[in-house]
């Protein structure tokens, strides 16, 4: 698309890298561009968010060593929040994470972008699975109040069609398929151009 709209200014050229991984909260992205991701120069670093962001996968998989009266207590506790149901993430986290990429970003003489990945159109919040993407979008809107970092929410877009056609898996709804990939695409690509992150 990038390449192909062409532009004010004539046909542009861009080259994109796919760095997204499975599993990835917004911690490990920081951490992977540190790494790796710099060594690439990229003008724009675009971060896709989920409800899942708050952590990787492999800190909800590793339970944290503990001896018998930790075990107890941390039993208790995991109770009182399985009777207790509701939301339990905290997308502060991922704020504070985006802003220090933002800084890392911004050093290298590059921008950051952040689009919320939302397959949900409950914005109502009857579901707790809405509820959840509320507060995410709630969270980066209110976090990154007044911070250089543009937020698009693709949900609003996605919203419009059945919902489950954009599901890769329905038994796993959190995954998108290639059809709300290429409806978030074409909605980003107005978006990071309103924003002079890409060619007019």
Same mark, same amino acid.
């Given at each position: 698309?990038?390449?192909?709209?062409?532009?004010?200014?004539?046909?542009?050229?861009?080259?994109?890298?796919?760095?997204?991984?499975?599993g990835?909260?917004?911690?490990?992205?920081?951490?992977?561009?540190?790494?790796? %991701?710099?060594?690439?120069?990229?003008?724009?670093?675009?971060?896709?968010?989920?409800?899942?962001?708050?952590?990787?996968?492999? &800190?909800?998989m590793?339970?944290?060593?503990?001896?018998?009266?930790?075990?107890?207590?941390?039993?208790?506790?995991?109770?009182?929040?399985?009777?207790?149901?509701?939301?339990?993430?905290?997308?502060?986290?991922?704020?504070?994470?985006?802003?220090?990429? &933002?800084?890392?970003?911004?050093?290298?003489?590059?921008?950051?972008?952040?689009?919320?990945?939302?397959?949900?159109?409950?914005?109502?919040?009857?579901?707790?699975?809405?509820?959840?993407?509320?507060?995410?979008?709630?969270?980066?809107?209110?976090?990154?109040?007044?911070?250089?970092?543009?937020?698009? &929410?693709?949900?609003?877009?996605?919203?419009? %069609?059945?919902?489950?056609d954009?599901?890769?898996?329905v038994?796993?709804?959190?995954?998108?398929?290639?059809?709300a990939?290429?409806?978030?695409?074409?909605?980003?690509?107005?978006?990071?151009?309103?924003?002079?992150?890409?060619?007019?």
């Open positions: 698309m990038l390449n192909g709209a062409g532009g004010s200014n004539g046909p542009q050229s861009y080259q994109v890298v796919n760095c997204g991984q499975v990835y909260g917004t911690h490990d992205e920081r951490l992977f561009y540190d790494l790796l %991701g710099a060594d690439y120069h990229p003008d724009l670093v675009l971060v896709g968010m989920t409800w899942r962001d708050d952590m990787s996968v492999w &800190d909800e590793s339970p944290p060593e503990l001896g018998r009266l930790e075990t107890l207590f941390f039993s208790i506790r995991a109770l009182r929040g399985h009777l207790n149901a509701g939301p339990h993430i905290d997308f502060k986290r991922c704020v504070e994470e985006l802003k220090n990429l &933002d800084q890392a970003v911004q050093r290298r003489g590059a921008s950051l972008a952040v689009f919320i990945f939302r397959n949900n159109a409950d914005y109502a919040g009857s579901t707790e699975s809405g509820r959840t993407w509320n507060k995410l979008t709630a969270t980066l809107s209110d976090g990154l109040r007044g911070s250089s970092i543009p937020v698009l &929410d693709t949900g609003t877009v996605l919203k419009q %069609g059945n919902t489950d954009l599901k890769a898996n038994a796993v709804p959190q995954d998108p398929n290639e059809t990939h290429t409806i978030a695409a074409r909605e980003l690509l107005p978006f990071l151009r309103a924003r002079r992150l890409v060619a007019q």
